[in-house]
């Protein structure tokens, strides 16, 4: 069974600053795929950002960008230039091709933007 | 390009009923899933249909079952609702290659058993 392991509960930034939220994952497995998806206030789950295993290159979607350590298996999250939208809970998960297509969630970790 | 529906967005049971939540897919999605997501937990995945048939199923008992129909909407049923059954129900749609292009969720139904 993989895992994934989200520390941080809760974090704050100031507008325009710059966060990283941390996740590690646990697995044995080699053809995986990473996804980190935003949850703001109205509950619908949106993708951020997706990072396949088999690639070294770290993905990059404008303000966000991962840093995809596999022999760590470490895949945290940069926003850069933070704004009051990015308020939300960001899940970190996990799909392992050869068990179906399921996402395994971590617990989430609650980013509060600040003026 | 419409999203993911679902129906209702709040309910509220008995322990012992039973409930039937909906799911209208994104024009183009084939493939369905439905997770549960506890209060201050991430989702847990339920199950997974692909072309009306369930190819994959998380750890839930037989009392959760679901059914896709042939445009590709989708039903989960949950029997004999237990108060542990109360949580946030997000359905989450895709096409088969969704390791590219990630599920696209809807808001999620909240189900309250008292």
């Known amino acids: 069974a993989q895992t994934v392991t989200q520390s941080q509960p809760e974090m704050s930034v100031q507008e325009a600053e710059t966060v990283t939220l941390s996740c590690t994952y646990d697995?044995?497995?080699?053809?995986?795929?990473l996804f980190w998806y935003k949850q703001p206030p109205s509950r619908q789950m949106i993708l951020v950002i997706r990072?396949?295993?088999?690639?070294?290159q770290n993905a990059t979607e404008n303000r966000f960008s991962v840093n995809f350590q596999k022999a760590a298996k470490s895949f945290s999250l940069k926003i850069s230039d933070s704004q009051l939208g990015d308020t939300a809970m960001y899940f970190c998960?996990?799909?392992?091709?050869?068990?179906?297509?399921?996402?395994?969630f971590g617990k989430g970790t609650s980013l509060l933007v600040t003026p | 390009e419409t999203g993911v529906t679902q129906s209702p967005t709040h309910l509220i049971k008995t322990r012992g009923q039973q409930v039937t939540l909906r799911c209208s897919s994104q024009s183009g999605h084939n493939t369905v899933s439905w997770y549960q997501q506890a209060l201050g937990q991430g989702p847990q995945f339920i199950f997974q249909?692909?072309?009306?048939?369930?190819?994959g199923r998380g750890n839930f008992p037989p009392r959760f079952s679901g059914l896709q129909f042939p445009n590709y909407s989708s039903e989960l049923n949950v029997n004999a609702l237990e108060l542990d059954d109360s949580a946030l129900y997000l359905c989450?749609?895709?096409?088969?290659?969704?390791?590219?292009?990630?599920?696209?969720f809807g808001s999620g139904t909240r189900l309250t058993v008292v």
């Open positions: 989450a749609s895709s096409t088969q290659f969704a390791e590219l292009y990630g599920y696209t």
């Open positions: 990072q396949e295993a088999y690639k070294q």
């Open positions: 998960a996990f799909m392992n091709l050869n068990s179906g297509y399921a996402l395994n």
């Open positions: 697995t044995s497995e080699s053809n995986y795929y």
């Open positions: 249909y692909y072309r009306e048939e369930e190819n």
